[in-house]
């Protein structure tokens, strides 16, 4: 069988460091530590021996997330970032053969896992002419009795659409009719850019469920790698026997300040901060491709740091994004990564000026045009 690699990651790692600007990232301006914790923070930082820590997560940060999810402390894991939840998740829940539905445009981590593991994929789009809603009648014929998986990604990663209270009923709804698991990735949570309620967790909705989440995204501490899965029962103890052997836990330090991004002030803090920088790059995102209407369009995004053009120019999103790498300077992620050819993703929300210059930089080059077959294909 061949290996499918998480293109998007690798692009990522690849180019990198090979341009001016990057807008390839999906997590809101990282936040510095020093902007959100006080010195009895601090001091509670440094005072700790740096012993080995409970396997599932701190006792303390078990009980944090709980809060957030909307569950019970025993059934939550903190993994190393939501990329080790999905990872051990899918090796507990997807084997060869398995029947597997996912939605696509979608952030491709499970979608690799499940090919690497020899699944059978069946893809359900989001259609982007009704804002990337879930067409709930695709899904419904997606689903077999035998379907093993439906994945789900809410808030979602790239579309920045927001699964509405009827089509989690539907999901929920299908899925229990053929008794397939949920695994429902939550990592944009806390994103929302038109209200200050925090999306619905599937969680608590049907059994056979398993949420995911993390602290890169509404937290914005993407380099503090910390994520948890909230599970139940045989799979909950299957996910720790995996867990001890992918990592054996988080890193002490980071579970220390996962502690206090979740504890109330420096929760709310974060949330707050976190919101305005996105809702500020979502405006000047949209306001720049309203100024170019012949390159570009886009859905409102209404959740997410992320905004997802569909550019018009007649060439694969591969050869534009390389193009943009090549002649301006700038990556972005190619919608290829996501199922979604025909499409650019950007990240919206670093700073300002910087957003503004790398965009500049983006339209220049589209507007100079792309040639179709004219840079590599991977
Ligand atoms: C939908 C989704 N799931 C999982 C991840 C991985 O998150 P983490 O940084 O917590 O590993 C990302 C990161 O971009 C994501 O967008």
């Given at each position: 069988?061949?290996?499918?690699?998480?293109?998007?990651?690798?692009?990522?790692?690849?180019?990198?460091?090979?341009?001016?600007?990057?807008?390839a990232?999906?997590?809101?301006?990282?936040?510095?530590?020093?902007?959100?914790?006080?010195?009895?923070?601090?001091?509670?930082?440094?005072?700790?021996?740096?012993?080995?820590?409970?396997?599932?997560?701190?006792?303390?940060?078990?009980?944090?997330?709980?809060?957030w999810?909307?569950?019970?402390?025993?059934?939550?894991?903190?993994?190393?970032?939501?990329?080790?939840?999905?990872?051990?998740?899918?090796?507990?829940?997807?084997?060869?053969?398995?029947?597997?539905?996912?939605?696509?445009?979608?952030?491709?981590?499970?979608?690799?896992?499940?090919?690497?593991?020899?699944?059978?994929?069946?893809?359900?789009g989001?259609?982007?002419?009704?804002?990337?809603?879930?067409?709930?009648?695709a899904l419904?014929?997606?689903?077999?009795?035998?379907?093993?998986?439906?994945?789900v990604?809410?808030?979602?990663?790239?579309?920045?659409?927001?699964?509405?209270?009827?089509?989690?009923?539907?999901?929920?709804?299908?899925?229990?009719?053929?008794?397939?698991?949920?695994?429902?990735?939550?990592?944009?949570?806390?994103?929302?850019l038109?209200?200050?309620?925090?999306?619905?967790?599937?969680?608590?909705?049907?059994?056979?469920?398993?949420?995911?989440?993390?602290?890169?995204?509404?937290?914005?501490?993407?380099?503090?790698?910390?994520?948890?899965?909230?599970?139940t029962?045989?799979?909950?103890?299957?996910?720790?026997?995996?867990?001890?052997?992918?990592?054996?836990?988080t890193?002490?330090?980071?579970?220390?300040?996962?502690?206090?991004?979740?504890?109330?002030?420096?929760?709310?803090?974060?949330?707050?901060?976190?919101?305005?920088?996105?809702?500020?790059?979502?405006?000047?995102?949209l306001?720049w491709?309203?100024?170019?209407?012949?390159?570009?369009?886009?859905?409102?995004?209404?959740?997410?740091?992320?905004?997802l053009?569909?550019?018009?120019?007649?060439?694969?999103?591969?050869?534009?994004?390389?193009?943009?790498?090549?002649?301006?300077?700038?990556l972005?992620?190619?919608?290829?990564?996501?199922?979604?050819?025909?499409?650019?993703?950007?990240?919206h929300?670093?700073?300002?000026?910087?957003v503004?210059?790398?965009?500049?930089?983006?339209?220049?080059?589209?507007?100079e045009?792309?040639?179709?077959?004219?840079?590599?294909?991977?």
């Amino acid at each position: 069988m061949r290996f499918t690699p998480f293109d998007l990651v690798q692009w990522q790692s690849r180019y990198e460091p090979t341009v001016d600007y990057t807008l390839a990232d999906s997590s809101c301006r990282p936040v510095e530590l020093r902007d959100f914790l006080d010195e009895t923070q601090v001091a509670r930082l440094v005072a700790g021996a740096q012993h080995y820590p409970e396997v599932r997560g701190t006792p303390e940060l078990r009980r944090l997330v709980a809060g957030w999810q909307g569950c019970r402390p025993e059934e939550v894991v903190v993994t190393v970032g939501a990329a080790e939840a999905n990872s051990i998740l899918a090796g507990a829940l997807i084997g060869p053969g398995d029947h597997v539905v996912l939605m696509e445009p979608g952030y491709r981590q499970v979608w690799g896992l499940a090919h690497n593991a020899g699944a059978k994929i069946s893809v359900v789009g989001l259609d982007e002419r009704n804002g990337w809603r879930l067409d709930v009648a695709a899904l419904e014929s997606a689903v077999r009795p035998d379907t093993r998986v439906i994945a789900v990604t809410n808030p979602n990663n790239p579309a920045g659409s927001v699964l509405t209270a009827q089509e989690m009923a539907a999901v929920v709804a299908v899925a229990e009719r053929n008794g397939t698991w949920l695994m429902v990735d939550e990592v944009h949570r806390g994103t929302e850019l038109d209200t200050d309620e925090v999306t619905t967790t599937f969680w608590g909705h049907y059994d056979r469920l398993v949420c995911v989440g993390s602290l890169s995204k509404a937290f914005a501490l993407p380099g503090l790698r910390v994520g948890w899965i909230v599970a139940t029962g045989d799979l909950l103890d299957e996910l720790c026997r995996r867990h001890e052997y992918a990592t054996v836990s988080t890193g002490l330090l980071a579970m220390r300040i996962a502690e206090a991004a979740l504890t109330t002030p420096y929760r709310d803090r974060l949330l707050d901060r976190n919101r305005r920088l996105m809702r500020e790059g979502r405006q000047l995102l949209l306001r720049w491709a309203e100024a170019h209407p012949d390159l570009v369009s886009i859905v409102a995004p209404t959740a997410t740091a992320l905004g997802l053009l569909r550019y018009r120019a007649e060439a694969t999103s591969l050869e534009v994004a390389h193009a943009l790498r090549r002649r301006g300077g700038v990556l972005v992620a190619p919608g290829a990564h996501f199922g979604a050819d025909g499409h650019l993703r950007v990240i919206h929300s670093l700073e300002p000026g910087y957003v503004s210059a790398a965009l500049d930089r983006v339209a220049s080059v589209l507007t100079e045009g792309v040639e179709t077959g004219d840079p590599p294909t991977r």
